[in-house]
Structure formats: C-alpha cells, structure tokens
C-alpha cells in the first residue's frame, strides 16, 4: 500500500470516528417517561415566579382601590407590572368574593338585609340600588342560566352597587341593613388569616393593608351622601384565602363607627383627590404632547395643592396609603418650601431617566 493511500485510508478513518461521536452525542439518552414529565412540568411551574409584563400605557383610571390619593407619588412612581403572584391573589380574592355573595343572597338569615342590585339568573335582568325583590322576576325561566349559578333554581343574587363620584369610581363589596334606621357597609379582604393568628400579638398588628380602611370609609361616604343611607358604621372582614368559613375564627372583623359628620370630613378629603386627580390627568397630557410650559404649570399646581402640608393632613388621610406608615416624602412636603417640593420631584424624576 503506498504511502498516498495510507494517509488517505487514515483520515477517512478519522472521519468515520467523528461521525460515530457525533452520532452518539445525538443520541437521546433514556430517560424514564414518568421522570421526563416531572422535571418538565416542574420548571414550567416554577418559572411562573419569573414572569412579568409591563402594563400597556393606557388612560388611567382613578379608582377607590387607589386611594389614598397623591397626584406626586402617582407622578413619579415606576411603571407598572403584572405578574403571576399578584394575579393569582387578584383572582382567588375576586372568586371568593362571588362566591361569598352568591351565598348570602340565598341565604334566609342573609338576603333580606342586603342592600344592593339584584340580577335575576334566568334572564338576567338587573334592579339597581334596592332591597332584594320579594317576588321572582316574571320571566318564563325556572332555571339560572348565568355561569356562576348554571343548575341552580331561578332566583335574584346580589351585585354589588357601582358608583362614579365625580370621576372616582368603584363597586361596593356589601351593604347590610338589619332595620330602617341602621345601615353599615362591609368589604371582604382575603388573606392568610390562620398563618397570621400564630403571631400572639396578631390583633394588633395589621391583619389587612391599611389603605382598606380608606376604601371603606370612602364606601360609607358615598353610600351617605349619594344614596341616603343611613350608614353607622363599616366592617373590613378579613377571610381566609385557602379554606371556607365554618366556624368563627376562619373570619376577622376590624369595625368603626360612621355617620354624617364623618361623612362630611371624609368627603372634602375626596374632594380634594377628585381636583388632583384631574391636575393629574392635564399634567400626564402635557408631558404626552410634550407642552414643557403647560406640564411645568401643572405640575406647580399639583405642588401647591398636595395632600400633605403637615403630619396632621399626613395622619387625617395619606398614612393609609403605606403598610409601614412612612411615606418617603414627607419631610420635605411638611416642612419644605413650595420651591423645595417642586425640585424634590424634578430630582425623582431625574434619577429615572
């Protein structure tokens, strides 16, 4: 054989070597199919953690759920994101709530002391803002057609009042009304109640975030002055998210009295975040059509008619806004200029470009 073949016969060799590592690195391992589903359905559901998605800029709402109200925090805080954890709290608190209300509109101890919309689950007519009907609805429907209630006989279930307040909008978990004279407003929370009670201090630490007690004010407000009502007091009952009530302590009441006079304060506080809002609104046009005079303008405006000129504004209403009672800017917003509060937002701002 000569030396030109054997090198040839060498490096097809060669080649045939390769191909077989590569063949074998190809190769699907065995994998048991039992194992293979596991490992991929446990990072599928582990990465759920992982996800985000920045919300679409659209036209801002100004809902009760937002309150307490600063045109400046709301100004410079960062975008928003939606993520897998904050949805499925979102969700299971919305699902317990139907189904809580559903309930208590069946319920004889319950149903003739809520106040609210009554839908019929036939034909799903809707009666706004009074006591339960006490006669079915006349339609030719026996039987509930509406996804909630599909099976059930026909009956009329609670929907909770809407309202729009000057441009503050919002939907009013309960309205109970036990006699003529006695009317209190009642907004369920869902949270991690049996976890909570293995704190032995836990009734006074907050079992809810303390800006539920400004939403539930709100509703007393509006369900005083708006629909007449007359409201003594409101209930935030916290519930727990991962079991039914069965017995007293799967729910925690935190309760305060009401009446006009509160009414009254807690209105022109409202009043107040109703006028910031649409400050707001001129402000976020402005920077939008890039007018630096008109969102300069504005944004003075928002300045001199902040929530906070002192602690008894910040304790009378915006320490409701964070769990831990401290809002980042109130020193400079108490005891700074109009000047120095104005700079201290353009120095947010700057930090964000």
Known sequence: MSKRFKTVELASSAEQMEEAEERKATK?????????????????????????????????????????????????????????????????????????????????FS?????????????KEIKLNQMRPRKLCGCSHT??????????????????????????TGHIDLIVIPRPDFAFTVDF????????KLRWSWKEDKVSSPNYVAQVRTYSTILDKVHGLPI???MLVNTERGSPIRKRSDF??????????????????????????????????????EDKAEAEKQLRRIVVNRPCHSPEDYENYMKYKFYD?????QETCFHGSNKAVFNMIMGELAKKE
Request: with cysteine.
């Open 28 to 108: 699907k391992p065995k994998v048991d199919p039992l194992e293979y589903m596991e490992g991929i359905v446990n990072d599928m559901m582990l990465d759920l953690q992982n996800n985000k998605l920045q919300q679409v800029k659209t036209t801002r709402q100004f809902r009760t759920s937002s309150l307490p109200f600063c045109p400046i925090l709301e100004f410079v805080k960062d975008p928003q994101f939606e993520e897998y954890s904050k949805s499925h709290y979102t969700t299971t608190g919305t699902a317990i709530h139907e189904t809580i209300q559903s309930w208590l509109s069946v319920s004889k």
């Open 111 to 123: 149903q003739d002391m809520i106040y609210g919309s009554w839908q019929c689950t036939g034909c």
């Open 189 to 196: 929370k869902t949270t991690e109640l049996q976890k909570k």
């Open 232 to 234: 003594k007091g409101w």
């Open 252 to 289: 925690h009441p935190q309760v305060g009295k009401w009446g006009p006079k509160h009414s009254e304060k807690w209105a022109t506080i409202l009043d107040s975040s109703i006028k910031n809002n649409r400050i707001l609104r001129k402000l976020e046009n402005a920077v939008e059509a």
């Open 325 to 329: 009672g401290r809002c980042p800017h």
């Open 143 to 168: 039987v509930s057609t509406t996804d909630f209630h599909r099976g059930w006989p026909k009956h009329w279930t609670y929907v909770e009042v809407e309202y729009d307040y000057h441009g503050l």
